[in-house]
T-cell receptor, first 116, second 109 residues
Framework: DADVTQTPRNRITKTGKRIMLECSQT?????MYWYRQDPGLGLRLIYY???????NKGEISDGYSVSRQAQAKFSLSLESAIPNQTALYFC???????????????FGAGSRLTVL | QKEVEQNSGPLSVPEGAIASLNCTYS??????FFWYRQYSGKSPELIMF????GDKEDGRFTAQLNKASQYVSLLIRDSQPSDSATYLC?????????FGTGTSLTVIP
């Protein structure tokens, strides 16, 4: 089983619908992130969470909300989807990789969302 | 100015050659630097990270960091067709990671 699991992997929806993308991890990491990826724009941070009670906005949080239900679960919601939210969404976790304290991101397989 | 800048390419090299990928970053306080490989439609996977000035080698890959010049590079020796992918440079600053837009590499058999 994957360390970071995202569901659904693919979703097509219509403008105005509420969508939830779910992420669960078995790595035991405290830190979790949601990114979106668009061609030519790279990976952009939507929200991040360092523990269950800690939620932070990223670079592009407008139109999105998140819920950290447990250490292992971090969900991303689009309350009213719009076409420019069509993108590839990645959940990631991070933890210090070695004694240096450097944190390394581990990504889920991605959720491709299309909003018509 | 973007936090992290990469030449988008595409970069083409013949099989067996050295591929050189470059990245510059804007914040001198950046602490750790990463190279990820991403195949089309797949998730990024970590190749290497570096946090001290100089070179770090792992198999066919060498990461180079020059903090004075705010420059990170990745060298891929003996390039293989399977190395054809987009390479993402990422920088850790504070609690966040900042990504470049990636360089597309094609290794020609």
């Amino acid at each position: 089983d994957a360390d970071v699991t995202q569901t659904p992997r693919n979703r097509i929806t219509k403008t105005g619908k509420r969508i939830m993308l779910e992420c669960s991890q078995t790595k035991g990491h405290d830190r979790m992130y949601w990114y979106r990826q668009d061609p030519g724009l790279g990976l952009r941070l939507i929200y991040y969470s360092f523990d269950v009670k800690d939620i932070n906005k990223g670079e592009i949080s407008d139109g999105y909300s998140v819920s950290r239900q447990a250490q292992a679960k971090f969900s991303l919601s689009l309350e009213s989807a719009i076409p420019n939210q069509t993108a590839l969404y990645f959940c990631a976790t991070s933890d210090p990789i070695d004694a240096s304290g450097a944190n390394v991101l581990t990504f889920g397989a991605g959720s491709r969302l299309t909003v018509l | 100015q973007k936090e992290v800048e990469q030449n988008s390419g595409p970069l083409s090299v013949p099989e067996g050659a050295i591929a050189s990928l470059n990245c510059t970053y804007s914040d001198r306080g950046s602490q750790s630097f990463f190279w990820y490989r991403q195949y089309s439609g797949k998730s990024p996977e970590l190749i290497m990270f570096i946090y001290s000035n100089g070179d770090k080698e792992d198999g066919r890959f060498t990461a180079q960091l020059n903090k004075a010049s705010q420059y990170v590079s990745l060298l891929i020796r003996d390039s293989q067709p399977s190395d054809s992918a987009t390479y993402l440079c990422a920088v850790n600053h504070g609690n966040q990671f900042y990504f470049g837009t990636g360089t597309s590499l094609t290794v020609i058999p």
